[in-house]
């Protein structure tokens, strides 16, 4: 059975910092490219982040580019979300993502998207 547990999430100040965590189980984590989409309160789900399957390709919203680094680990199963320089549109619950096939495809859509974890809620307040 695929799981997908995210963590990390929390009350940030604008400006601040946060390092999401999802930890993978139940398939070859290192077969598959990851992404994190999140949602904001009241609108649809956003694309945020992919990353392939050995890491070394990493693919960004407008909206995130150069201030969120995606990483994974596939040592530990473990995709990485760190957000730095956070605003208060960046409110949300963040979703670790497994994509269907082992192929990225660019900007990938909410069908390339196999299985989703629970979320972590991230909120950005003063």
């Known amino acids: 059975e695929v799981q997908l547990v995210e963590s990390g999430g929390g009350l940030v100040q604008p400006g601040g910092s946060l390092r999401l965590s999802c930890a993978a189980s139940g398939f070859t984590f290192r077969d598959y490219p990851m992404s994190w989409v999140r949602q904001a309160p009241g609108k649809g789900f956003e694309w945020v982040s992919t990353?392939?399957?050995?890491?070394?390709?990493?693919f960004y919203a407008d909206s995130v580019k150069g201030r969120f680094t995606i990483a994974r680990d596939n040592a530990k199963n473990t995709l990485y979300l760190q957000l730095n320089s956070l605003k208060t549109e960046d409110m949300a619950k963040y979703y670790c993502?497994?994509?269907?096939?082992?192929?990225?495809?660019?900007?990938?859509?909410?069908?390339?998207?196999?299985?989703w974890g629970q979320g972590t809620q991230v909120t950005v307040s003063s």
């Open positions: 990353i392939n399957r050995d890491g070394r390709s990493t």
């Open positions: 993502v497994k994509h269907k096939t082992q192929w990225v495809v660019y900007p990938p859509s909410m069908d390339d998207f196999g299985y």
